[in-house]
C-alpha cells in the first residue's frame, strides 16, 4: 500500500502557485512592451506629421490685387495734395524729413518720398529718397536726394485694390525672426513664455506657478502653456477641450522641440498667433496685426506698442483697442511691468512707455475694396485667362491695368453728373433708390486695350449688376459709325446719299425712318450725313450696302451680342452691352486691329515667378485706311456735329467722339476718342424708363466732366494718318476738286487712288484759272 509524501505535496503547491503568480508578470510585462512599442510607433508618426508639416508648410497667404504704379516725370501736371492721397492710401507717414522708406516731408515748393522697396513683375524697385520739385502745377524737376542726380522717370508704387482669399478668410504678412525688434520678442516671451529658452517643449515649473497664481487669484489670471504648446494647440489640434487632446498637445511639443530650433518656433509662432479682425478677416502675425493697428511695418515699433501687441495674444476681441481702449492700456501696462520685473527693460524706459497713450491708428473698415466693379470683372476675366489650378493657388500678386486716380475721378465725375441731371429735370427724379437714374464709365487705352477705369453704376453697396459689362441696351445713334465703316469700303466721304422720306416693309408693317428734327435736306455727303447723325441716309445706306455685311463688319469689330439683320439695326435698334461697344471703337482708334480689353497685366506667384496665361491674338479686321476715314468724320462730330458743344469745355488736342439716342429716349451714350484715350459714358434707367434726353445732353456732359481731368495739362495731340490716305480740297456740295470760284471749300481725307480728280461741275474754273495752273505746274518742273 503507497502512502503519500508530505513534503513532496507542498513543494508542488508552491511550484504551482508560483507558476501562477508568473503569468501576471508577463502579461504586465507584455502589455508594457506593447505600449512602449505602440507610443513609439505613434510619436515616430507624431514627429513625420510634424516635420512634414514644418518642411512643407505654405502659408494660407491672401492673393492682392495692384493697380499700375503712377508714373511721374518733369512737366507732368499733377496736383501735390492728389499725390500726397496717394502716398497716405499706401501707408507713407508725414515727418519733418524723410530717413527712411514709407516717409514723406512737405518742402515750400516740393516734396520729400522715402520709397518703399517693391518687387515689380520684371524688376526689384530698392528703397530710395527723391525729391518732386513744381513749378506751378507742374513737376519741374525729381532729384534722387542720396546722389544728387536728376531723375527722368519715378515710378509710385502700385495700390492694393482687394485682397481675396480661399475659404479661410485670413490675412498675414510672413517675416523672417530677424524681421521683429528685439522689444517685441521679449514682450512676447515675458507674458507668454518666460522659460522659452530653458524648458523642452513643456515647463513643469511653468504649470505649477500658473496653478499656484490661479488659485490664489480664484480666477484664471495666468496660463501654463508654453510657446510651443500653443503652436501645437493653434495650427495642428482641432479646440476640443479633452484631457486626450491635452496630453497630445503636450506630447507633440515634446517631439517638436527635438525636431526644431527653438528660433524656428518662435518665428512660426510670430508669424501664426491669432491678433484681431478686420471685418470678417481674420489678422494672423504680428507682421499684419502692426499694419492693423498702427498702420506701420512692424521693424518700426515703439516699446509700449510691441507690449501691447503681446499683452494682446492672450484675448485679442477682449482686449481689442478699437473696442476696449480702457482693458488695452491696462493689459499693455501689465506686458511693461512684466518686462521690467525680469529685467528686460529699465525702470526709465518702463516709466516713459508706461506713460504714453495707446496710439493706435483708426480701423480700416474691410473689405476696403477700391474700383469694386472693375475687381469683379477681373476676377471674372482671370477664369478666361488662366487656369483654375492657378487662381486656387494663395499668395499671388495680381497687377493690373486700373489707374486709381482715373478710376476715382470716373466714379465722382458719373455722381456728379447725375446728381445735376437730378437737379435741372423734375421727371428724372427717383425716391426709390433701386429705381434712381444709373449711368456708367469705361475708359480704356485703345491701343493696348488696358482698361484703366470701371464704374459700373452709381452705388456697389446697393446694387453689384456691373452696367458696363451685364447690360444689354439700344446703341441708338451710337451704333451708326458701323454702318458708315462698311459702306466706306468702296465710297468716299464726299459721296453722296439721298436724305428723303422712304418708307420699308418691316415684317409686315410699314416703317417710315424720320430724322431727329423730323427735316429732310436732299442730298448730302456720307461725311455730313455720320456728322449730323442723319437717321435717313444712314438706312438707305445700309441698304445699299447690305444689312448681312453690317452685321459681320459689327461682329468682327467685337459686337457679340445677338442682333436680327432688320433695316433698324442701322439706327441701333439691337442691343449691346457698354463694354463690347467700347472695344469696337477701339478697334476705330486701332487702325483696325481689333484689342482685347484686359483688366490683368501679370501674375506672379509667391516665389516671384510669372504665370503663363492663355494667348491672346490681335487680328486686324477692317483696313486701317477705312477706320481713319470713319475716325475723321467722328472729329467732325465735334467740330460740326451733334457734339459740337463740347467745344465749350476747351479740351485739348484732337476728339473724336460719337453721341447716341435710342428709340423712345431710353438710352444716353457718349463715346469720345483722343489719340490716348477712349471713354464711354452711358446714363439711363435699368428700369427702361425714358430719359428724354440726347447723349449730347444727358452723357456728354459727364464725358467732358472726366476727361478735363484726365487731359488737364496734356500737350495737344492729333490722330496719325496711316499710310495710304491723301487730302484735297474739294467743294461739299458737288464733290469736286474745289476751284477759285468755290464759295465753300472743305479739305477731305481719301484712300489714295480714290480722291476726286476733276474740278467742281457747278463752280468750273474760268480759262485764266486754268493757265495759272498749268503755268505753276511748269514752274514745278523748272525748279
Not at 484703366?452 to 444689354?472: E, I, K, P, S
Not at 449691346?576 to 486691329?593: C, D, M, Q, W
Amino acid at each position: 500500500m503507497c502512502t503519500s509524501n508530505p513534503k513532496r505535496k507542498r513543494s508542488s503547491g508552491r511550484k504551482h502557485r508560483s507558476g501562477k503568480m508568473r503569468i501576471p508578470v508577463k502579461v504586465a510585462l507584455y502589455l508594457m512592451g506593447i505600449a512602449f512599442l505602440g507610443s513609439g510607433l505613434y510619436s515616430a508618426f507624431l514627429a513625420l506629421e510634424l516635420e512634414s508639416a514644418f518642411s512643407g508648410h505654405r502659408w494660407d497667404l491672401p492673393s492682392r490685387v495692384y493697380s499700375r504704379p503712377l508714373l511721374l516725370y518733369a512737366g507732368l501736371a499733377l496736383d501735390r495734395e492728389i499725390l500726397i492721397r496717394r502716398l497716405q492710401r499706401l501707408d507713407y507717414r508725414e515727418v519733418p524729413a524723410v530717413k527712411g522708406p514709407g516717409e514723406y516731408a512737405r518742402k515750400r515748393r516740393g516734396l520729400d518720398i522715402y520709397l518703399h522697396a517693391f518687387q515689380y513683375p520684371d524688376r526689384q524697385v530698392n528703397p530710395a529718397p527723391f525729391r518732386i520739385e513744381w513749378r506751378g502745377r507742374r513737376i519741374q524737376r525729381i532729384v534722387r536726394l542720396d546722389t544728387r542726380k536728376t531723375v527722368d522717370l519715378l515710378e509710385i508704387e502700385p495700390e492694393v485694390l482687394m485682397t481675396f482669399f480661399g475659404e479661410m478668410r485670413r490675412e498675414r504678412e510672413v517675416l523672417p525672426l530677424q524681421a521683429f525688434p528685439t522689444h517685441l520678442i521679449q514682450a512676447v516671451l515675458a507674458v507668454e513664455d518666460r522659460r522659452f529658452y530653458d524648458h523642452p517643449g513643456l515647463d513643469i515649473r511653468g504649470i505649477l506657478r500658473a496653478l499656484w497664481t490661479n488659485l490664489r487669484e480664484g480666477r484664471v489670471v495666468e496660463g501654463g502653456s508654453t510657446i510651443t504648446q500653443q503652436l501645437i494647440k493653434n495650427h495642428f489640434l482641432n479646440a476640443n477641450r479633452t484631457l486626450w487632446r491635452k496630453a497630445k498637445e503636450a506630447w507633440m511639443a515634446l517631439i517638436l522641440e527635438r525636431l526644431r530650433s527653438k528660433e524656428e518656433i518662435l518665428e512660426f509662432y510670430l508669424n501664426e498667433i491669432y491678433m484681431g479682425q478686420r471685418g470678417s478677416i481674420a489678422i494672423h502675425g504680428m507682421g499684419e496685426a502692426s499694419r492693423l493697428y498702427f498702420h506701420k511695418p512692424v521693424s518700426r515699433l515703439s516699446l509700449e506698442e510691441s507690449a501691447l501687441l503681446a499683452g494682446l495674444i492672450r484675448a485679442p476681441n477682449l482686449y481689442a483697442p478699437h473696442r476696449h481702449p480702457t482693458k488695452a492700456l491696462r493689459r499693455r501696462n501689465t506686458v511693461l511691468r512684466a518686462m521690467l520685473d525680469q529685467g528686460l527693460i529699465s525702470p526709465e524706459a518702463y516709466r516713459e512707455a508706461r506713460s504714453r497713450p495707446l496710439g493706435v491708428r483708426p480701423s480700416i473698415r474691410a473689405p476696403s475694396r477700391s474700383a469694386p466693379y472693375f475687381c469683379d470683372f477681373l476676377l471674372q476675366q482671370l477664369k478666361d485667362l488662366y487656369p483654375p489650378q492657378v487662381l486656387q493657388s494663395h499668395g499671388l500678386r495680381i497687377f493690373t491695368t486700373l489707374d486709381p486716380q482715373i478710376q476715382q475721378w470716373a466714379e465722382e465725375a458719373l455722381e456728379r453728373g447725375l446728381q445735376q441731371l437730378e437737379r435741372n429735370h423734375r421727371h428724372l427724379r427717383r425716391k426709390d433708390p433701386a429705381r434712381r437714374l444709373q449711368g456708367c464709365i469705361l475708359v480704356l487705352q485703345p491701343q493696348t486695350g488696358h482698361i484703366l477705369a470701371m464704374v459700373g453704376g452709381r452705388n456697389y453697396n446697393q446694387t453689384q449688376f456691373n452696367r458696363v459689362v451685364q447690360a444689354r441696351r439700344q446703341p441708338g445713334s451710337a451704333f451708326k459709325p458701323f454702318v458708315y465703316l462698311a459702306a466706306l469700303e468702296d465710297r468716299t466721304l464726299s459721296d453722296f446719299v439721298l436724305d428723303a422720306p422712304i418708307q420699308i416693309d418691316l415684317q409686315g408693317k410699314p416703317w417710315a425712318p424720320r430724322n431727329a428734327d423730323h427735316r429732310f435736306r436732299g442730298r448730302v455727303t456720307i461725311r455730313r450725313a455720320l456728322e449730323e447723325s442723319l437717321n435717313v441716309p444712314t438706312v438707305r445706306l445700309a441698304l445699299e450696302v447690305g444689312l448681312p455685311r453690317i452685321l459681320s463688319v459689327a461682329r468682327s469689330l467685337g459686337i457679340e451680342s445677338h442682333m436680327e439683320p432688320n433695316p433698324s439695326l442701322a439706327l441701333g435698334a439691337g442691343e449691346v452691352s457698354p463694354l463690347e461697344l467700347a472695344a469696337a471703337y477701339a478697334t476705330l482708334a486701332n487702325e483696325g486691329i481689333r484689342p482685347y480689353l484686359l483688366s490683368v497685366e501679370s501674375i506672379m506667384d509667391p516665389k516671384g515667378l510669372l504665370l503663363e496665361r492663355r494667348h491672346i491674338e490681335l487680328v486686324r479686321v477692317v483696313s486701317p485706311q477705312v477706320c481713319y476715314l470713319v475716325l475723321s468724320a467722328l472729329k467732325g462730330v465735334v467740330t460740326r456735329g451733334t457734339a459740337r458743344s463740347l467745344r465749350a469745355w476747351r479740351l485739348p488736342g484732337e476728339i473724336a467722339a460719337k453721341t447716341g439716342t435710342s428709340n423712345g429716349g431710353r438710352d444716353a451714350w457718349f463715346i469720345g476718342l483722343t489719340p490716348g484715350y477712349l471713354a464711354l459714358v452711358w446714363v439711363g434707367f435699368d428700369q427702361g424708363d425714358r430719359v428724354g434726353l440726347t447723349g449730347a445732353q444727358a452723357a456728354l456732359p459727364i464725358w467732358a466732366d472726366l476727361m478735363r481731368r484726365i487731359l488737364q495739362g496734356s500737350p495737344s495731340s492729333t490722330f496719325l494718318p496711316p499710310p495710304g490716305i491723301v487730302t484735297a480740297e474739294i467743294d461739299p456740295t458737288s464733290g469736286g476738286l474745289a476751284t477759285k470760284r468755290c464759295p465753300q471749300r472743305l479739305r477731305e481725307v481719301y484712300r489714295e487712288g480714290t480722291q476726286p480728280s476733276r474740278p467742281c461741275p457747278l463752280h468750273p474754273p474760268r480759262q485764266e484759272d486754268l493757265l495759272d495752273r498749268i503755268l505753276g505746274i511748269l514752274e514745278k518742273i523748272v525748279r
